[in-house]
């Protein structure tokens, strides 16, 4: 067996072979006329270079496979990780959050070192008077109500447009009476 010979080479060379070989099969004899035993020798070598070459192929994406399944495993670990780490800091936020408003500072921490400073966020959210945010899902549920509005707070696809919603908010126009304006605050680490 020839182990430097590619599988593409090997099936290009058995191709040729076997074309050699079928034009010397005589159909009405049924026999093979003027074969050369190496021609043969060489059929059967290409036959099993093919065969252990795609055995081992066939193992190496057996092990790709294998792989793309621990990495998609993996992945699904670390997504999990990071959505836990994600929760855990914006829980530890909020809290900060709360006890600074509680204690009506700014700031907490040493100068020196780390700080928490307290800051407005840089656009307000806009929430129905249950503390739900506008988005797709809630226009959906709330189609009736959304259609009572201005034209100018809502698309002809009836999502809010919680945007134009915090733009009237900002230029103290009126918006939908069924809608409060939330001023979040967040926690900035330096």
Sequence with gaps: MNKSLTLYDAA???????ALLDAAYDEETGE????????????IELTDTTATKGTAISKVLINFKAEIEKVKVERKRLQNIERVLSNAEQALKDYAVACMQRMQVDRIGDTKGFTLCRQRNSQVSVQDGFGNALDETWSRKNEPMIKEWDERFYEIRLIAKASAIRDAWKADEPFPANVEIVEGEHVRVR
Excluded: G, K, V
Excluded at 32 to 43: G, H, K, Q, V, W
């Design 12 to 18: 290009d060379e058995l191709q040729m072979w076997t």
């Design 32 to 43: 093979y006329e003027n074969i050369d035993p190496s021609a043969l020798e060489r059929i």
